[in-house]
């Protein structure tokens, strides 16, 4: 044994020397670990969830989003089989922590897709598609119900350690055999405002609306038992558009070029079934901003709907931003006289005699993330799920192509009108408390008080309280509209209607000539007032006088009394002035309507005043003294002729 104890170790140093060969041969083609432990990233994206009576099948891209390869990467398919049947354990599950893992692991070929194997690695920024699925029984699922699955990317920053669960994708599935439900949808006709009076708007947007958005509301309305509101308003736009229109941007005004548009929508709107259809206020006014803000929204809205009465036999669908109320604010809505509100409330109930419906605040809410809660497919199996859990219709208020796309109910959906839906009893303050909200800001009130205030002043101007209110009513009620897209664009149009109108105001004007000379203490010269308005105007001169630095002069010009200017007409008026002191002057004559609101026209005269004060005296004197003399000769001849007979 002693003899062989070289050989044995001789063998032993043979071999060590040939592994450490083979090692150093092997090098280059063993990848190393990351550096400093970093750990793998990756993310999930679902393309396609398809859920039939017989299984689940999820479809979608995992991503690399880390800095190192991952390697034995793999997407498993996982269900948690306990059943979500209420409304609350739906909320509950959406909210939950998506990093905890919950449920199981599905051990199946079909539910498992492998993206990388053996020594190759999942390269940074790399995306791989997957595909898992399983049937109802493999998944362990045999009832109706709610469901959260996904898939979790599983994977190693090294060929030697054990894989872990490095990302992971949620969604919600809806395991439907004998589940029946309803819903409502509510289409929503309605634009931001662009009409300023009779054929006059102060862009082409609504012409951009009728060829997009509102092309595809107006089909979506046509569907059977699809329920729709339209905002008298708009269909006045349209109207008005479809006869031919202007556009005026404050300074010039160009000729509209799609009426062709208008005309079309117009028969599109001919076709919907008028017993699904309901009005809103006039402009859709933002309720929760004159609530909260105190500012009178719906005197406008009415006085405007009173005048243009053409689908005030539809009844008055309400639908506050948000669906925000609370028991002050269905009071404050009492007085429009609605037939329905739309609310996001607990439950359908009656308050005084008006319906308030449960309504989705948001009609298509998200998914339970971690992956984009918000693509059109998540918000497609989270609408899918809120129907299978909700005891009571679903009713969806849509008013975006987006929010049309996803209607995709499932077969044991039935879509019902909106006056099918049954109330559960009366309002009680429990039913909800949601403090109401406007789209407005108060930037809003102070550009809608300037508006109100040249209102006031042109109706001084014409002293025709009704005639204003038949030019004004329609955009002084779109400025509190709450379909504008920001308070920043109802500014904007607040302001378009206070230019507007003092461009109106703008065409009764004053002319007088240039230089005026006066030769007397008192004297009068001329000035014409010009109306360039259908309506007739009451107003007066008024002058400022300007007295140069370099000149003595000192002159009084007297306001006019009010005068009265037939529509298109010119008048010519004298003013008086008085000379106090000759010298040369300036004076600013100026429009003022009776109650003293000062126009824009002006013109500035130059005036030469060449009578003194003294020479007035002098000239008064000069025919007191004349007329002593005349008299006294007069006598005298008289006594001479007596005297001679």
């Not at 140093?13 to 432990?37: D, E, K, M, N, R």
Request: proline residues 7%; hydrophobic residues 40%; aromatic residues 6%.
């Amino acid at each position: 044994m002693n003899r062989s104890t070289p050989s044995v170790r001789k063998l032993t140093q043979v071999c060590l020397a040939l592994v450490s060969v083979l090692a150093l041969i092997a090098a280059p083609f063993t990848p190393s670990p990351p550096a400093h432990g970093v750990e793998p990233e990756a993310s999930v994206v679902f393309s396609d969830i398809t859920v039939t009576s017989t299984g689940l099948t999820l479809t979608g891209t995992t991503t690399n989003t880390g800095t190192e390869p991952i390697y034995r990467a793999q997407v498993v398919l996982w269900i948690d089989t306990d059943p979500i049947t209420t409304k609350d354990q739906l909320d509950g599950a959406v909210s939950s922590n998506a990093e905890l893992d919950t449920g199981n692991r599905i051990l199946l070929n079909s539910a498992e897709t492998i993206i990388t194997g053996g020594q190759a690695g999942f390269a940074p920024g790399e995306s791989a598609p997957f595909t898992v699925s399983a049937s109802w029984k493999e998944l362990g699922i045999n009832r109706d119900g709610v469901y959260l699955g996904g898939v979790h990317v599983r994977g190693s920053s090294s060929t030697t350690s054990s894989p872990v669960t490095i990302a992971r994708g949620r969604t919600l599935i809806t395991h439907a055999t004998e589940l029946q439900a309803t819903t409502a949808t509510v289409v929503m006709l309605t634009c931001p405002p662009s009409l300023l009076t009779d054929s006059v708007f102060t862009n082409d947007s609504l012409a951009d609306e009728l060829d997009t958005r509102l092309a595809t509301l107006i089909d979506l309305a046509k569907e059977p038992t699809m329920t729709w509101a339209v905002d008298p308003r708009l269909y006045h736009e349209v109207r008005i558009m479809a006869g031919g229109y202007t556009i005026w941007d404050g300074l010039t005004t160009t000729p509209g070029t799609h009426s062709d548009l208008a005309r079309a929508w117009l028969a599109e709107f001919d076709q919907l079934d008028r017993s699904l259809g309901y009005r809103l206020p006039w402009s859709d006014p933002d309720l929760g901003f004159g609530y909260t803000s105190g500012t009178d929204v719906i005197t406008p809205a009415v006085l405007a709907g009173e005048a243009n009465p053409e689908l005030n036999d539809l009844p008055l669908l309400i639908r506050p931003h948000g669906g925000r109320v609370d028991e002050g604010f269905l009071d404050y809505m009492m007085e429009l006289e609605p037939d329905i509100i739309l609310a996001s409330t607990s439950r359908s109930a009656t308050f005084h005699d008006t319906i308030v419906i449960n309504t989705m605040a948001d009609p298509f809410p998200g998914g339970p993330g971690p992956d984009n809660p918000d693509t059109n497919l998540q918000k497609i199996q989270r609408a899918t799920a809120e129907s299978a859990v909700s005891k009571v219709p679903q009713i969806r208020v849509i008013e975006t192509t987006e929010q049309a796309a996803l209607l995709s109910p499932p077969s044991w959906v039935k879509t019902v009108p909106l006056w099918s839906i049954q109330t559960q009893g009366p309002w009680s303050p429990s039913a909800w408390d949601s403090p109401p909200m406007g789209v407005l800001t108060k930037d809003v009130i102070t550009a809608l008080k300037t508006a109100h205030a040249t209102v006031k002043e042109y109706a001084d101007l014409i002293g025709d309280d009704e005639a204003t209110q038949v030019l004004t009513t329609v955009p002084m009620a779109s400025i509190a509209s709450q379909s504008w897209t920001s308070p920043e664009e109802a500014h904007a149009y607040a302001e378009a209607v206070d230019t507007w109108l003092k461009e109106i105001m703008g065409r009764v004007t004053i002319w007088a000539p240039a230089h005026v000379s006066l030769t007397s203490r008192t004297s009068q010269f001329p000035v014409t007032i010009t109306n360039g308005l259908t309506v007739p105007v009451s107003v007066r001169v008024k002058a400022h006088v300007v007295t140069a630095a370099d000149s003595p002069a000192l002159l009084s010009v007297l306001t006019s009394d009010v005068v009265h200017v037939g529509p298109g007409d010119r008048l010519s008026i004298n003013l008086s002035s008085r000379i106090l002191r000759e010298g040369e002057t300036d004076a600013v004559l100026i429009l003022e309507t009776p109650a003293g609101t000062v126009l824009e026209s002006e013109t500035t005269i130059h005036i030469s005043a060449r009578a003194s004060a003294w020479m007035g005296w002098m000239v008064t004197g000069s025919a007191f003294f004349l007329f002593m003399l005349g008299t006294f000769l007069r006598v005298r001849t008289a006594k001479r002729k007596r005297e001679s007979s």
